[in-house]
């Protein structure tokens, strides 16, 4: 059965924290907990080096739209929504990257750059950060929940794992939400007037942006926008995302193991894999201080290699382990992903 939803409630002085970096709420942790002691050097951003991935990253996305806007061959069409959709995915990435404040020291150019990124995907940027940056003080405890909450069920055969990576329940939440949002309506979980007011205005402009879409569509007769936006969303996006999000924490105690070097798992990746994934494959590192930048995560991963549990050679050798159920939850009340 479903857990019950546990709204986690944090002090005002605590929320400030969130997205902090060096006083940062960290997760709880077993042994020796150093994370208060690490040098400056792992807390330096580097904005340059981001806004070469994201201006990389549109520039991709242009280019696959503008072949599919000038192209009349399908093969190439076709080529142009694999590039398209495993961009959408990536530019997630991204954005995880600016709601932790990582990318740039500017707050506002954050979000700016943060909702970008999350449009072809349809994921408001502060509800992703309000859900996120809870998710980071709670881990390991029954509080904990998460923004992407797919359903990790029926994985252990490839026509189950193949049908979880779409999952097209999540559109439904999302359009729930937005029309939640629309007509005023309070959104579940979300507790501060203030972020309220910031979801419910990115809800509506991704409305207004999907309605702009529809129309021009039924208006011109063209085909762009169904076949450079939902198409590559719907089709390949959403199973790519799925599939980088999914090694993070699936198979582990996240609700009852106060140790985010147990509850957390990395990934032995390439480097291809490293820049697609944005280092997502270093997840233990970027839960043991949420507040190191993804830049410095690689440093970080090399000081608590050593104490990490959970280690996977590649993502390829994880998939295997979860289609033949050697990686499993034993217990839906070990996860946050049964709502």
């Not at 806007?69 to 990435?93: K, N």
């Not at 402009?205 to 702009?212: D, K």
């Not at 991963?301 to 050593?306: S, V």
Request: include cysteine; charge should be positive.
């Amino acid at each position: 059965m479903p857990q019950a939803t546990i709204i986690p409630s944090l002090r005002e002085d605590q929320v400030r924290l969130l997205d902090a970096a060096e006083e940062a709420l960290l997760a709880p942790v077993r042994g020796e907990d150093r994370r208060r002691r690490l040098p400056k050097e792992y807390f330096r951003k580097k904005p340059a080096r981001f806004a070469g991935k994201f201006l990389f990253a549109l520039g991709l996305t242009a280019a696959g739209w503008v072949v599919i806007g000038l192209s009349p061959h399908w093969t190439v069409i076709a080529l142009a929504v694999l590039v398209l959709g495993l961009m959408y995915a990536h530019l997630v990435e991204l954005q995880h990257e600016c709601l932790h404040e990582h990318a740039f020291r500017s707050r506002r150019l954050n979000r700016l750059c943060g909702f970008i990124c999350g449009i072809f995907l349809l994921s408001s940027f502060w509800h992703y950060k309000y859900d996120h940056l809870r998710h980071h003080a709670f881990l390991g405890t029954p509080e904990n929940r998460e923004f992407f909450n797919y359903r990790f069920r029926r994985l252990d055969s490839r026509a189950g794992f193949a049908v979880a990576t779409l999952h097209p329940g999540r559109y439904v939440d999302v359009f729930r939400t937005m029309i939640r949002c629309c007509f005023g309506r309070p959104i579940p979980d979300v507790t501060r007037e203030r972020d309220r007011k910031k979801i419910t205005a990115e809800y509506r402009l991704l409305a207004a942006l999907l309605v702009a879409a529809v129309a021009g569509t039924a208006v011109t007769g063209s085909l762009l926008v169904p076949l450079a936006w939902f198409l590559p969303s719907l089709v390949v996006g959403e199973a790519a995302h799925f599939l980088i999000e999914m090694p993070e924490h699936f198979g582990l105690n996240t609700q009852t193991d106060p140790n985010v070097l147990a509850n957390t798992r990395s990934i032995n990746a390439s480097r291809l894999a490293q820049w697609y994934t944005n280092y997502n494959n270093l997840h233990t590192a970027h839960h043991y201080h949420q507040g190191v930048p993804m830049a410095q995560a690689s440093g970080l991963h090399a000081l608590i290699a050593g104490r990490i549990e959970a280690v996977e050679n590649s993502y390829w050798s994880f998939y295997r382990k979860v289609i033949r159920g050697d990686i499993r939850y034993q217990n839906a009340a070990e996860t946050c992903m049964t709502r």
